[in-house]
């Protein structure tokens, strides 16, 4: 596995990331408030996740959520599939997708900007929960965490920059600079290879691909049409200054005799 940690691309269209910022602070607002907090006010995390995470199988109307944990009637349980990206089961699942958010939320936000961004992170994490949903059918678990929308922007960062080199945690414990098309690339093929083998496992790997998926076909409908995408501009230190008003060297007469 890859944990990323600093990619260092720079931010050309916006001036803040705003909304990557907002994103990653409401999450994390979300875990105290359930978490940390005294849960009397809000209820603990087991009553959150059945209450506002997304479960296949009421979600499908094959069961019926029993009364005391309707936050929501039956008519807007579709709103669960976004309210479950912003729960989390402890600090390190937490962590474990905010990281990613931040490493690639800004450049991602910046290629399509802040309102299209917001669209972009939305269906990223509703299309995550209902590929969940559509393979899990049946399921009584309740689908929490952001990595659906976490594996959009990695697919969309991929597409975008994939020859950006990224620093990151190999294996969880060796760090290395890599170019994104060899760590994100690894990184998105071990999800559909996951997929395909554990699909019985504690991590939703349908999420993540489904996810994935939306990300990178989101990313080509939404960017900037200034934005290209695999990396294809031409971008220059930022030590470098082209000043097409600069005279010219002086010519230089060729001497007649030859070099010794």
Known sequence: MFIPLYDGKPI??????????????????????????????IGDLQ?????????????????TLPAEYQLLSDDYYFVTMLTSAFIHADLIHLAGNMIFVW???????????????????????VAAVWFHGLVF???????????????????????????????????????????????????????????????DGQISWASHVGGALTGALL???????????FDREVILPDAVELKPEASLPPEVKQSPWGRG
């Not at 050309?12 to 990653?24: A, E, F, P, R, Y």
């Open 47 to 63: 009553y959150i996740s059945l209450s506002l995470g997304h479960i296949p199988s009421i979600g499908n109307d094959l069961k």
């Open 219 to 229: 990313v080509v409908v939404l960017k900037r049409r200034a934005v290209p995408l």
């Open 103 to 125: 490493v690639f939320g800004d450049n991602v936000e910046d290629a399509l900007g802040h309102i299209k961004f917001i669209i972009f992170y939305v269906l990223c994490a």
């Open 137 to 199: 059918a049946d399921s009584d678990g309740p689908l929490i965490g952001a990595s659906g929308a976490a594996a959009g922007l990695v697919t969309a960062y991929l597409l975008l920059h994939p020859k950006m080199k990224i620093w990151g945690l190999v294996l969880f414990r060796i760090p290395l600079r890599l170019p994104a098309y060899i760590a994100l690339g690894g990184w998105v093929a071990y999800q559909f290879i996951m997929f395909l083998i554990d699909s």
């Open 12 to 41: 050309k269209h916006i001036s803040l990331q705003w909304v990557t910022l907002t994103i990653i602070g409401l999450n994390v607002a979300v875990y105290l408030m359930v978490n940390v907090l005294d849960s009397s006010l």
